[in-house]
C-alpha cells in the first residue's frame, strides 16, 4: 500500500482502492479524482457515477463537487489561487499537462450540465437503475428501493420524549409543543417526507428566517406580553370600542370596527 500525497500523484488502473480514516480528506480526494476524470480522461458529466452511503453525504458531496468545479473555472480565467491548497495541485497539474482554454470549455459544460451529474445514495443508485431497466429486471415500473432508518427514527423518538418532558410544565413550553406538532403528530411523522425528511439530503440547507439561540425563553417573553395584553383589553374593551366608533376615522366603520372588536375578543380569549 503506497501513500498518497496528491491526487494527482494516482496512477489510473481498472481498480484502485483508497483507505483513510475519518476526517483525512477522502472528500476532499474524491472531487480531485472527479475533475480529473472529467478534464484528463475526457468524461462528460454523466459519466462519473459517485456513489455514498447517505442522503447527507450525497448532497454534501454534490455541493463539494460543483463548487470545486467552479473554483476550478475561475481560477482558469483570473489565475488567482490565494491560499486554496486544492486550487494549487490543480495550478501545478495544468500547467504542466493540461489545456487552459479546453480545461475551461470542458468545466463550464459541466457546470451548466451539472443537475445531470451521477451522485447517489446506493439505495437511489440502486432505485434509478430498477427504473430504468424495469422490464429486463422483471419488477414493477413504481417499484421503490427503501432505506433503513431504524437508528432515525430512534433518535427521533428519544428526541419527542425528552423534548414534551423539558417543555410540557409552563405556557411558553406547552405552546413551544403545539409548534413542534404542526409540523408532525408522531416521531415517524417528523422525519418522514412530510415533516423533516427532505433536510436529510440537503446539508448546506440554511435556516430561513430569525434564529433565537434560546427560543423557549422568547417565548416565555411572548407569552407574559400576550396575558398583559389580554388583561387590558379585557378591562378598556369598552373604552376601545366606543372611541373608535366614535372617532370619525377613515376606515373605522362600525362594521369594521365590530370585526377588529371580535378579533380581539378571540385573541384575548385563546
Known amino acids: 500500500m503506497k501513500s498518497l500525497d496528491s491526487v494527482y500523484d494516482l496512477k489510473w488502473s481498472p481498480r484502485m482502492v483508497i483507505e483513510a480514516s475519518a476526517g483525512t480528506g477522502k472528500t476532499y480526494t474524491i472531487v480531485g479524482i472527479y475533475l480529473r476524470l472529467l478534464l484528463e480522461n475526457r468524461l462528460d458529466i454523466d459519466q462519473i457515477l459517485v456513489m455514498t452511503f447517505t442522503n447527507k453525504a450525497t448532497s454534501e458531496l454534490r ?6 468545479l467552479r473554483d476550478c473555472a475561475d481560477f482558469l480565467e483570473t489565475g488567482i489561487v490565494g491560499n486554496d491548497p486544492f486550487l494549487k495541485d490543480f ?3 495544468i500547467n504542466s499537462e493540461g489545456d487552459e482554454v479546453d480545461a475551461l470549455n470542458r468545466l463550464k459544460a459541466a457546470i451548466h450540465n451539472f443537475d445531470d451529474g451521477r451522485v447517489f445514495t446506493i439505495h ?3 432505485q434509478k437503475v430498477l427504473k430504468e431497466e424495469a ?15 431504524d437508528l432515525l427514527l430512534q433518535a427521533a423518538e428519544d428526541f419527542w420524549r425528552s423534548f414534551m418532558n423539558r417543555h410540557s410544565g409552563s405556557n411558553a413550553g ?3 409543543i403545539s409548534k413542534l406538532l404542526s409540523i408532525a403528530n408522531t416521531p415517524g411523522e417528523l422525519i418522514g417526507r412530510e415533516g423533516l425528511g427532505n433536510l436529510f439530503g440537503k446539508a448546506s440547507a440554511d435556516i430561513e428566517g430569525e434564529v433565537f439561540s434560546d427560543p423557549l425563553h422568547y417565548l416565555e417573553k411572548v407569552v407574559a406580553l400576550r396575558l398583559e ?4 383589553w379585557k378591562n378598556e374593551r369598552g373604552l376601545i370600542e366606543k372611541e373608535l366608533l366614535e372617532s370619525e376615522l ?10 377588529r372588536v371580535a378579533k380581539m375578543d378571540k385573541f384575548a380569549g385563546d
Open 250 to 259: 377613515s376606515g373605522y366603520t362600525d362594521r369594521n370596527v365590530t370585526s
Open 124 to 126: 437511489g443508485f440502486c
Open 135 to 149: 422490464l429486463l429486471a422483471g419488477v414493477p415500473f413504481d417499484m421503490e428501493v427503501i432505506q433503513n432508518d
Open 91 to 93: 495550478g501545478e497539474w
Open 174 to 176: 406547552r405552546y413551544y
Open 229 to 232: 395584553i389580554s388583561a387590558l
Open 63 to 68: 455541493d463539494r463537487i460543483l463548487r470545486r
